[in-house]
């Protein structure tokens, strides 16, 4: 009898397996760029006086070249609530460094943009692809090669995605990814959630809606429910790239400060000047994304992160499937409730117990790698602890070893349900993902004729005017990467929420993509081939019969004759230019499936 354990092991295995050939030539060019030595060492009198002419008090010790120097690559911006806080972290962490007899530097910023902005909006179609732009801007940061260690500031969704990018195509330098926390909790998101449906109906106006997002929306750090920015933070903890407990810790208090100061000596720590020589290709191997993989299925992550963590793997050599996602989610169970999986936002799930306790439970079962590299040290029990600050110093204790609250928190061996609720589906209709931890039973199979679409705009009209009656399988197509960017269609949340609520069987079917914070009515999403490369969904019509099943892993046509017909041609043109979208053709054109990261690096 295969055990959950055992299939943890097989898909690892599978895992380095698949990602040989391209993983061992990733780690000789890492070793290649370590034995080259401290980078600084290398370049002219001249480069290195440009490098250091602004630096001040840290000038000598720059020139002297016997300290360490550590990058800053940060997001920050005052405009989003998120990144707001990193205003302070530079002077925090150049002075962290300097009680360590080293120096920091900021080497670089990138673009953080927000999808809350963005949803439903042109510039969300530039969403995707920021990631990439993250990417490549912060490896121009780092590529003045003056670094022997980097602090990474983000949080967001495509964010920390870009910077893990970079991270790895810089993996012989030791990296600390610091985040921001969430802002404190508001107005509940279910509270939120209702008056939305309320507007999308037309029940309250848009005085009332305004209301209600000024009040969930109200101060600095991350949205406090569990959508893509907070799994990327659950994610570097799982993954090892955090200090221990550090994800969900609230900005501008004592702790966050002492846990970004500790942060900057840490990745002083563990460059090559040091006895504990700890690169980022060391730390990101096949386990530690196995072990993300684990956290995002037991905490109900976002669905995102099926494209992040292919893309961010692919940037360290490693081949992830969208089946290694499905086959972990069957063996892991979903020990966490935070909104849009519960009523909880993260505040409550950190007060609960939080990562350490879940990351605790899973090692009792045997469902993580144990001994992984981590900039804590070797194993993931250090990730256990909870930080503390009192007096002045920060130290880690044992967490409570239980759950503080069973109705936002349960032991692995009992769970919330059995299984994670990640599956890919694979059918007539193509090869797409779905989410079901958030949606309720008799939701997970839905059998409808499909109402077809090329826009959400069209799908909007459409509800507006009455149209969606009955069961009904919206298809919104020419929305994956080549199309037009793969943009989140959250904003037809509300509306598709109505008509559940109403009674019908409604399930979404897109190469899109859906929000993090989505779940509730069950979505189909990623799907492969896009319209756009002539898939199958770019042969559906109104009416035709489509079959959504969760529980089979199934995504089929059952209207006979449809593979038979030509395939649609949309009209793209008013996607390809406007906020900024003519300048993305390039990305356009040369993106890969969503299957393989939806990334422009070896696509």
């Known amino acids: 009898m295969t055990t959950p354990i055992d299939t943890v092991r097989r898909v690892t295995d599978r895992i380095i397996a698949r990602s040989e050939a391209t993983r061992n030539p990733y780690l000789d060019r890492m070793a290649a760029a370590h034995s080259k030595g401290p980078a600084r060492a290398h370049l002219s009198c001249s480069g290195q006086a440009h490098a250091y002419a602004a630096s001040g008090t840290d000038k000598d010790a720059l020139a002297g070249g016997s300290a360490g120097n550590l990058g800053i690559v940060t997001t920050y911006n005052d405009m989003l609530s998120a990144h707001q806080p990193y205003e302070r972290y530079p002077e925090l962490i150049r002075q962290a460094a300097r009680d360590a007899s ?7 910023g990138v673009p953080a943009m927000c999808d809350g902005v963005t949803q439903g909006e042109a510039g969300m179609e530039l969403s995707l692809f920021s990631r990439d732009v993250i990417a490549l801007a912060a490896s121009v940061a780092l590529s003045h090669n003056t670094f022997d260690a980097a602090v990474f500031l983000g949080v967001c969704d495509k964010i920390v995605p870009g910077l ?6 810089f993996g012989h330098l030791p990296a600390v990814f610091l985040p921001a926390g969430p802002m404190e909790s508001g107005l509940s998101n279910e509270e939120k959630a209702k008056v939305r449906r309320q507007f999308a109906a037309g029940e309250v106006g848009r005085d009332a809606l305004m209301a209600a997002e000024m009040a969930a929306y109200h101060g600095p750090g991350t949205c406090t429910f569990y959508g893509t920015a907070n799994t990327n933070q659950m994610l570097m903890e799982f993954m090892g790239l ?7 810790v609230p900005p501008n208090t004592e702790l966050r400060d002492a846990l970004t100061c500790e942060g900057a000596r840490r990745a002083l ?10 690169p980022v290709c060391d730390i990101l191997d096949e386990r530690a994304f196995v072990n993300g993989i684990i956290g995002l299925n037991a905490t109900g992550g976002s669905t995102n992160l099926l494209i992040h963590l292919v893309a961010m793997a692919r940037a360290g050599g490693i081949l992830l499937d969208w089946q290694d996602f499905s086959d972990l989610s069957e063996v892991t169970p979903l020990m966490a409730r935070v909104y849009p999986n519960g009523l909880a936002d993260v505040n409550h799930f ?27 040290g070797t194993g993931l029990e250090n990730y256990t ?65 499909a109402r077809v679409f090329a826009d959400q705009n069209d799908v909007k009209a459409a ?14 197509r020419f929305q994956g990467p080549k199309a037009n960017g793969m943009p989140e269609l959250h904003s037809l949340t509300p509306l598709l929420s109505i008509l559940q609520a109403r009674g019908q069987k409604v399930a979404l079917v897109t190469d899109g993509r859906m929000s993090g914070a989505s779940g509730k009515v069950p979505a189909a999403i990623h799907v492969c081939p896009e319209a756009v490369d002539g898939g199958p969904i770019a042969r559906l019509k109104d009416g035709d019969l489509i079959r959504v099943d969760a529980v089979a892993g199934t995504l089929e046509i059952l209207t006979s004759g449809v593979e038979e017909r030509p395939v649609a041609i949309a009209d793209l043109s008013a996607n390809q230019a406007g906020t900024g979208r003519e300048l993305f053709a390039t990305f356009r054109n040369s993106v890969g499936p969503a299957t393989a990261g939806a990334t422009i690096f070896g696509s």
């Open 164 to 169: 893990v990018i970079a991270a790895q195509a």
């Open 269 to 278: 720590s563990l460059s090559a000047l040091g006895n504990d020589y700890t």
């Open 102 to 108: 080293g120096t920091a530097q900021v080497a670089g």
């Open 350 to 376: 950190h007060a609960a117990g939080g990562l350490g306790y879940m990351i605790g439970e899973l090692l009792k079962a045997g469902l993580l790698h144990p001994d992984t590299k981590t900039v804590a």
């Open 242 to 248: 955090h200090l221990p407990g550090a994800s969900f």
């Open 463 to 476: 509800f507006k005017a009455g149209e969606l009656t009955g069961d009904v399988v919206v298809v919104v």
């Open 385 to 449: 602890m909870d930080p503390q600050y009192s007096d002045g110093v920060l130290t880690w204790r044992a967490g409570s070893g239980h759950s503080l609250n069973d109705k936002i928190l349960r032991p692995a061996n009992d769970p919330f349900q059995p299984t994670g609720g990640l599956k890919r589906l694979t059918g007539s209709l193509g090869t797409a993902v779905i989410k079901v931890s958030a949606v309720a039973p008799e939701h997970h199979v839905v059998e409808a004729p």
